[in-house]
């Protein structure tokens, strides 16, 4: 048995999982991510994190704000599983207004999206919201030679205020038709295609450091095992206290 | 009032509107279709209109051997009605061979879909079946020189064997996560973005004829006016003939 632990989990998947995983990270990537502002419909949730796994964005950033994220198991086919999905809830700004009295009260702020932009910006992210406006930048023309978050709206009302406010960018694609906006997973497949061919392409360094690989291989081999894995870890440790107290004294 | 029906018709539609179908009308296509087999789904079936109305594909081939195409109007938002739909269904092959007593059953034939490729095929489209499969044609090596049919296969069990068989090559989107496939209505967006992206670069005579605009736009007029058309039609027809018993005999 491995000294390791995480080199004795490895040992316990198949090597033919193993070998998905490696060629799964070569693809992987955290140059761009994606940010889902209360996307409520069931459908479109789990349309999105499958195609967020099909064209190797990592992580997800989920803002429940006005509406909780529900993906739909059949459709999301497990993709959520692979992904890093990271989440935003509102907590209450104009409780802190109460506790002053004799101030005006704030403006209101959406803090799930706040939190969520304030973390993508300390990560080095650009952030583009997308529009079905035709006068906001096109797709085509997006440089996406830095790190870039593309924000998704809620169904029927878009992005919010809020967040066009405090974005970089506004984003669209070229439409054609009577149409005046396209379904949000329809968009976001669009999207990341166009921009991970882009990049796949590129001399761009999107793919995973060998540190942040490790992370996510250890992480996916975890997820792989799932109840398997605590009992894995106690049998370990055993193992690991046996053979200390079996060496002879130095 | 005009002499021509059709130009009486469209003074009854507003500037506005009718400037509005010339704007799509410059970027439609029979050059690309799409055949949608069997997809079930109100959401994908819905979304499948939506982005071909968006892309300026004009015919979409619906085939319900299996399962009826129930569009969910929320999510189409209207689409269907700018779309010339071909529906097919399937008809009994079986009953002929209970006519022919004496001789062996033909293997079973998927009439509706097999009606749809010779209605395809005599127009002249090169027929291509969507595969989750890697190993058929990537969608970015696809020539579409020539006018091309994309067959979209039912939901959980992709494009039917017949479909496959009798088609002239297979696509795929390449992927680079655990999921094996993406959704229908994604699919349909990917496929349809890269082709009329590629035409619209391209020296392909991928725009309607003059005829063809016509036709359309004229059934855009009366989808336009709809229980409006009939009384317009008779009202207009009242007046010619009141026209003609005015005129002095030559």
């Known amino acids: 048995?491995?000294?390791?632990?995480?080199?004795?989990?490895?040992?316990?998947?198949?090597?033919?999982?193993?070998?998905?995983?490696?060629?799964?990270?070569?693809?992987?990537?955290?140059?761009?991510?994606?940010?889902?502002e209360n996307i409520y419909d069931p459908f479109n949730a789990s349309a999105c994190l499958r195609t967020c796994d099909c064209f190797g964005v990592q992580d997800v950033h989920v803002i429940e704000s006005r509406n909780e994220f529900n993906p739909n198991p059949d459709i999301?086919?497990?993709?959520?599983?692979?992904?890093?999905i990271h989440r935003y809830a509102s907590h209450n700004a104009a409780q802190d207004d109460i506790n002053k009295a004799d101030q005006p009260p704030s403006p209101p702020v959406n803090t799930a999206t706040a939190d969520c932009f304030s973390k993508l910006r300390a990560d080095g992210y650009r952030i583009l919201t997308?529009?079905?406006r035709?006068?906001?930048?096109?797709?085509?023309?997006v440089s996406v030679t830095g790190k870039t978050a593309i924000v998704l709206g809620?169904?029927?009302?878009?992005?919010?205020?809020?967040?066009?406010a405090e974005a970089d960018d506004r984003i669209h694609i070229p439409m054609f038709g009577f149409t005046e906006s396209f379904n949000i997973s329809v968009s976001a497949a669009i999207i990341l295609q166009q921009i991970t061919s882009h990049l796949h392409a590129s001399e761009i360094s999107w793919q995973l450091t060998d540190l942040e690989k490790q992370a996510i291989r250890e992480l996916w081999v975890r997820k792989t095992l799932r109840s398997r894995y605590e009992p894995l870890r106690r049998r370990f440790e055993y193992q690991q206290q046996k053979q200390q107290h079996q060496q002879p004294p130095q």
């Open 1 to 36: 048995m491995s000294d390791n632990f995480e080199t004795f989990l490895r040992e316990c998947v198949s090597d033919n999982r193993l070998q998905r995983f490696e060629e799964v990270l070569e693809h992987r990537t955290r140059h761009l991510t994606v940010v889902l």
């Open 76 to 84: 999301a086919l497990g993709a959520s599983k692979w992904l890093t």
């Open 130 to 132: 997308t529009s079905p």
């Open 134 to 141: 035709q006068d906001s930048t096109p797709l085509k023309a």
């Open 154 to 164: 809620a169904e029927q009302v878009g992005v919010s205020e809020f967040a066009i």
